[in-house]
């Protein structure tokens, strides 16, 4: 089983960035999947999570409608596509499996889960 997070960088403040999350291993369809970020000295922090069944998506109070979750079930894939990105939002991203859906997507307790992203938002 793995899940691959890749795309972040080195952004300023009010830029974008796409991650992706890449999975293999396991059936897709059978789990909801979640990004959750954890900074320096800080607890992780749940982002975002998508469901399997029908796409139902869910973001933490801080996106504000700044991020929107997709899936590619044929490709395996699932991205968080970040706009007007804060220097508040700089952690590590990884995504997460969760076969309980998404109603703690919090980075703790789920299914599976890989190694994460940077992202560096600079003011």
């Known amino acids: 089983v793995q899940l691959q997070a890749s795309g972040g960088g080195s952004v300023r403040s009010g830029g974008s960035l796409i991650l992706s999350c890449a999975t293999s291993?396991?059936?897709?369809?059978?789990?909801?999947i979640g990004w959750y970020r954890q900074a320096p000295g800080k607890n992780r922090q749940g982002v975002s999570c998508i469901r399997n069944r029908d796409g139902y998506t869910t973001h933490a109070w801080f996106v504000n409608g700044r991020f929107a979750i997709s899936r590619d079930n044929t490709k395996d894939v699932v991205y968080l596509q970040m706009n007007d990105l804060k220097p508040e939002d700089t952690a590590v991203y990884h995504c997460?499996?969760?076969?309980?859906?998404?109603?703690?997507?919090?980075?703790?307790?789920?299914?599976?889960w890989g190694k994460g992203t940077q992202v560096t938002v600079s003011s």
């Open positions: 291993g396991f059936n897709l369809d059978d789990y909801a």
């Open positions: 997460a499996a969760y076969s309980r859906g998404c109603s703690d997507y919090s980075g703790y307790g789920m299914d599976y």
